[in-house]
């Protein structure tokens, strides 16, 4: 079935540095990629939506220079945590469209990543 | 605008019984899909199932079936015979199927124990 695989899926950086979050469609061609964001006990956050090769489309509060989105092809888009606080501490996930039609009705979720900002 | 309410934090229920998780929507979408999904602590979205708005049968699963009330906005999943394994986050969620109005919205989840 349709995978898609996040990566890393947890991570522990120093305050200041930037973090690189991958999600790879392994079997099929993710068209659009929503990224979310979840804080502990709490529901998903849409981040940003992205379409391979274009610019990704930012929700209404989350700063564009900070959460860097690249789709630059079918199979792969990321996510950069540019100048990691503590505060941008969170459980990062993405979800693409795409796959075979039927397939978890169009969403595939990959598997996260815990992000820890010390 | 699309909005999901999920009115119950938590709830314990005792294995083998059945459980009924709540969620209403709004939505100015003539038509749209309903989801549920179940996140363990691992993090992972499981897909449960699905209800598209013009289903004219409740969709099952399994043990899962998606009650759903158009006319009262809502979708409520039951899980029939619970099992310890069922331990988890749920998620009600829902698209529109409008141009541009793909992405899922979610609401803020039912934590649901299982107890032996």
């Known amino acids: 079935g349709a995978v898609v695989s996040q990566h890393p899926s947890r991570v522990i950086c120093k305050s200041g540095t930037s973090v690189k979050i991958e999600c790879r469609s392994l079997?099929?061609?993710?068209?659009?990629m929503f990224w979310y964001r979840q804080f502990p006990k709490k529901s998903l956050m849409l981040m940003a939506t992205?379409?391979?090769?274009?610019?990704?489309?930012?929700e209404q509060g989350v700063e564009k220079d900070k959460f860097l989105i690249n789709h630059a092809s079918l199979t792969l888009s990321t996510l950069t945590v540019t100048s990691a606080h503590p505060e941008d501490s969170s459980f990062y996930i993405c979800?693409?469209?795409?796959?075979?039609?039927?397939?978890?009705?169009?969403?595939?979720f990959g598997s996260g990543t815990r992000l820890t900002v010390v | 605008a699309q909005k999901i309410t999920q009115t119950q934090p938590g709830m314990f229920v005792q294995e083998k019984e059945a459980v009924t998780l709540d969620c209403t929507y709004d939505?100015?979408?003539?038509?749209?899909?309903l989801f549920w999904y179940k996140q363990p602590s691992s993090g992972e979205m499981i897909f449960l199932i699905y209800?598209?708005?013009?289903?004219?049968q409740n969709a099952t699963e399994g043990r899962y079936s998606l009650n759903f009330q158009k006319a009262r906005k809502s979708a409520n999943l039951v899980i029939s015979a619970s099992q310890l394994g069922d331990s988890a986050m749920y998620f009600c969620?829902?698209?529109?199927?409008?141009?541009?109005?793909?992405?899922?919205?979610f609401g803020t989840g039912t934590r649901l124990t299982i107890i032996p």
């Open positions: 979800s693409a469209r795409g796959g075979r039609s039927g397939e978890n009705y169009g969403y595939t």
């Open positions: 969620a829902m698209r529109g199927h409008s141009f541009g109005n793909e992405k899922l919205t």
């Open positions: 079997d099929f061609q993710a068209t659009t």
């Open positions: 209800q598209g708005s013009y289903d004219q």
């Open positions: 992205s379409n391979e090769g274009s610019k990704a489309t930012y």
């Open positions: 939505t100015s979408d003539p038509s749209y899909g």
